[in-house]
């Protein structure tokens, strides 16, 4: 196990055997559960101690009748004949401990005696700490025992020495569980599907967190982790077992009275027992195990036979209870479980329309599909069924689960020859089928849900502003912007007709992002969009609320606000988690990775892209996370990555027909060309400039064409009069200073220093400074070669070999400490190594945590894993 937040407890025992050292012996208890790390930690000790003492390590066993003395025999021998002889013929106790005080004074260099696991020592073994401890003051000793607190409590004798004992002699180090920032961190480290997850899953202990992702799985319960559970599963009492074998199927913490009263009445007397040790937590409506990974563990042990009668008991339980007291979406899964069939087709659309309406809507997708799963109803009541499983999934971001149940529901309204839910359903394929990527299959939908329900009559108008609206939103993603406005005006007077908000919010909210985006309509898009927003969260629509955030927030980042930008992303984020959607929220967290790429915040764009890119599955969010990618990999030099996410996204983003995904990828591929000093590919600026004709906003879009234009010195030509109103408009007009000028104040240093690159001598050597600090080691190369061709002298370096290999520009001196700090040695032992001050030390750990953004030294080692500095051990 790797040394994570252990530091401040490996430098309390360094301070305590220093102390020894100078001839006062001390005790030191090291606490925790099982799987806290104590023996890491102690090994850690050891190793770094073992030059300069003499260490002795014995254990207490997990026997039904512990050895007396264990562990002073363990290491008898190594101490010393006599005292081992003693062991076997001396039955006075008095003696034989008064003879291993005599030895361990006889020794030159201090002595680190440890006995581990003496929650299981006998009687002897705790007499011998007792009066080793008593004694520890004039011994050249440092006396360390392991005991696990969650295997006794105040009946055990182990409990009760220590107010036996001169509190001014010993000390007591309780390890805690890994926080949820480190294992977030360890997670992201190896790419675990979620660090969140991780963390409700093993509560931070380190054992089950480090097993796991050593495992290399992302779902299943490694077996050395089930084995360890089993085996403290198995040393327990039929009484226990059967505790824990009836809180193992409870699927929440959150418990009805009737399953408590049950509780008492039939475990009473080993609750108190297994709360004191810490596994269950019991209180006032909540019990659970301590661990969630225990829980499953013992589940999933469960003969089917065994699992099903618990079931069926619970169920029983709960059934018998008062009605306030019944969770109907626990009902539903005990029912589902104990098979009984009618009662879950009757309950689970009731518990999944509840989950609904309390934003739980990943449960809910989960409940209708068990409904469909079980029910026996066919026509109307089963197509329902399909789509608002459909619904659900859609909003919890299961789009092709969304896709498929959306799809029997249209099937079955065609059987019925119900024209208006055709209509509808269509339309809302229309919506999925965007969201897979597939633009024409969308358009095609759009069309045909119109035409349908126009040709109703009398024309049903809720369906069909539903229909005008979802057509607007595709003409708005395809920057069209007179057909937006057309059909979303459409859907916005029927909606005002109908008070129908839902609609209302819809709507508004696509002709809103259309105008924000246009020059000379900013102010009524916003105010529109803004109102789209305020109706939804005052209605509590989370799927047209998350909307409103991410067009907000997607059209600031293109127009360079980035501030506002990430401000309403984050709102929205927080407000998807809040609302159980994640409809839009892994496409606003790739925004903020673009924004945080193109304000030079690299490291965190980073982060944000790692964590994304290996779970990904929609293709929206994968364009935006692969731009980002592209674009740090080749200004760093990486080209080969570059080139290969180029390869996988270039035919995903010109399927949606949509410039916002087309122009990002086209200016990549030119920069890419440009940087690797191929020919910059005319193609795909007249690819470009013909997919720019087809729309009616042209302002950022078209700045990037010309920025790349200018830059890369193609001789493309294009119409004179467009010409944005962006910092390139005064690199046209020759007003290089000025265009570097208005990127500096958008916030944009990348393109500030290739702008100062056209300049003087002077400024372009203020472009290459930008350059290093930023880490784009390819560009700023690219330009140092051109200087010198042009006979320029006194460049600038650059950063060393050695600083360009660790992002963080981490001195090699500095390097050597964060090596040492994995190891988790304390700065007196970092010191020595290194031949250096403790305090030269201390001001070197003070700059690592600056320079990596970290508070503590275990994360500075944790992120200097994460950044390539240091290779995780």
């Known amino acids: 196990m790797k040394l994570v937040e252990r530091s401040n407890y490996l430098d309390e025992l360094q301070t305590h055997f220093e102390s020894v050292q100078k001839g006062v012996g001390h005790a030191a208890f090291l606490v925790g559960e ?33 050895r007396p003395l264990g562990p002073l025999y363990d290491i008898a021998d190594q101490i010393d004949s006599e005292l081992a002889n003693s062991l076997n013929t001396e039955t006075e106790r008095s003696k034989i401990f008064s003879l291993l005080v005599q030895k361990l004074n006889s020794f030159t260099k201090p002595v680190v005696l440890v006995f581990e696991d003496v929650h299981w020592a006998d009687e002897a073994t705790l007499d011998l700490i007792k009066f080793l401890v008593r004694r520890i003051s004039r011994l050249p000793c440092l006396l360390i025992s392991t005991y696990r607190d969650d295997e006794f409590h105040t009946r055990y004798p182990l409990a ?4 036996e004992l001169p509190s001014v002699y010993y000390s007591k180090l309780n390890l805690p569980r890994f926080s949820r920032e480190v294992v977030e961190s360890l997670a992201n480290e190896v790419n675990w599907l979620s660090g969140h997850q991780l963390y409700q899953l093993t509560s931070g202990n380190p054992f089950y967190v480090t097993q796991i992702l050593s495992s290399g799985g992302k779902h299943a319960v490694p077996e050395r982790v089930k084995d360890s559970i089993m085996a403290r599963y198995n040393s327990r009492g039929d009484e226990v077992k059967a505790l824990w074998e009836f809180i193992s199927i409870l699927p929440s913490a959150k418990v009805s009275p009737v399953i408590e009263q049950y509780v008492e009445k039939e475990f009473g007397n080993c609750m108190d027992e297994c709360v004191a040790w810490g596994l269950i937590i019991s209180r006032p409506g909540h019990l659970s195990f301590n661990h969630e990974i225990f829980r499953m563990t013992i589940e999933e042990s469960l003969p089917p036979v065994k699992r099903k009668t618990l079931h069926k008991k619970v169920l029983n339980l709960l059934q018998e209870g008062e009605d306030d007291s019944r969770n109907l979406a626990q009902l ?18 009731k518990a999944a329309t509840v989950a609904a309406s309390v934003s739980a809507h990943r449960q809910a997708a989960k409940l209708y ?9 066919s026509g109307e009541e089963l197509a329902t069924l399909y789509e608002r499983h459909a619904f659900e999934s859609y909003l919890t971001y299961q789009h092709l689960v969304a896709f498929a149940s959306q799809q ?22 229309s919506r999925l089928s965007w969201l897979k990527g597939d633009y024409k299959q969308a358009t095609e939908f759009a069309r045909q849900a119109i035409g349908m329900l126009e040709d109703i009559s009398p024309t049903p108008p809720r369906e069909l502003a539903l229909a005008y609206s979802n057509a607007s939103q595709m003409a708005m993603l395809e920057e069209k912007d007179e057909m937006c406005l057309l059909w979303g005006n459409k859907a916005i007077e029927i909606a005002s007709q109908l008070k129908d908000n839902e609609i209302l919010s819809h709507a508004l909210n696509n002709v809103g992002t259309s105008q924000l985006r246009t020059v000379g309509k900013e102010a009524i898009g916003e105010k529109n969009l803004t109102r789209s927003l ?23 980042l293109i127009s360079k606000k980035y501030d506002r930008a990430i401000d309403t992303v984050d709102k929205g984020v927080k407000y998807c988690n809040d609302y159980d959607t994640d409809l839009v929220k892994y496409y606003m967290i790739a925004c903020k990775a673009a924004a945080f790429s193109e304000t030079g915040r690299w490291k965190e764009a980073d982060v944000l892209v790692n964590q994304m890119m290996p779970n990904c599955q929609n293709v929206l969010v994968k364009i935006v996370l692969y731009n980002v990618a592209i674009r740090l990999a080749m200004r760093k030099g990486d080209f080969v990555k570059a080139q290969h996410l180029l390869d996988q996204i270039d035919d995903l983003a010109f ?42 906003n042209t302002t950022w879009y078209y700045s990037d064409y010309l920025f790349w234009k200018v830059n890369t010195n193609t001789p493309i030509t294009y119409t004179a009069e467009i010409i944005p109103e962006t910092p390139v408009k005064y ?18 240093p990348y393109e500030q220093a290739i702008t100062l690159m056209v300049g003087d001598e002077k400024h372009q050597k203020i472009g290459l400074k930008i350059l290093d600090e930023l880490g784009a080691a390819a560009t700023s190369n690219k330009f140092r070669q051109e200087l010198k061709s042009k006979g320029v002298r006194n460049i600038p370096t650059g950063p060393r070999e050695s600083t360009l290999k660790n992002p963080a520009k981490l001195t090699a001196r500095q390097i050597d400490i964060l090596q040492l700090l994995s190891k988790g040695l304390p700065n007196k032992e970092i010191a020595d190594q290194l031949f250096i001050s403790p305090k030269t030390v201390d001001h070197h750990i003070s700059a690592i945590l600056s320079k990596l953004s970290v508070n503590s030294r275990t994360q500075a080692v944790v992120e200097s894993q994460r950044l390539g500095i240091l290779k995780p051990e």
Not at 675 to 692: C, D, M, Q
């Open 534 to 556: 305020e109706i939804a969260l005052d209605n509590e629509l989370p799927e047209h609320a998350a909307r409103s955030y991410v067009n907000l927030g997607y059209i600031f």
């Open 731 to 748: 690199q046209l007009q020759g007003d290089w200073k000025l265009a570097a000028a208005e990127w500096k104040k958008l916030g944009c």
């Open 408 to 429: 029997m529901a249209l099937s079955i309204w065609r059987d019925l020859k119900d024209k208006t839910r055709e209509g509808n359903a269509i339309r809302f394929l």
């Open 160 to 163: 009760a020495i220590f107010g």
């Open 34 to 66: 099982a799987g806290i790390g104590k023996t890491t930690l102690l090994n850690t000790f050891l190793k770094s101690v073992q030059s300069s003492s003499n260490s002795f390590v014995g254990a207490c066993d997990t026997l039904f009748t512990p």
């Open 332 to 349: 539903v899964h005990h029912a589902h479980l104990a098979d009984e069939q009618s009662l879950v087709a009757r309950l689970a659309p």
């Open 655 to 696: 399927t949606t027909n949509e410039i916002q995904r087309i122009g990002p990828v086209i200016s990549a591929k030119i920069e890419l060309s440009w940087l690797t000093g191929k020919p910059v590919p005319a193609k795909e600026f007249n690819r470009w400039i013909s997919i720019l004709s087809g729309i009616s």
């Open 369 to 377: 599909g068990i409904a469909i799963d079980y029910t026996e109803a």
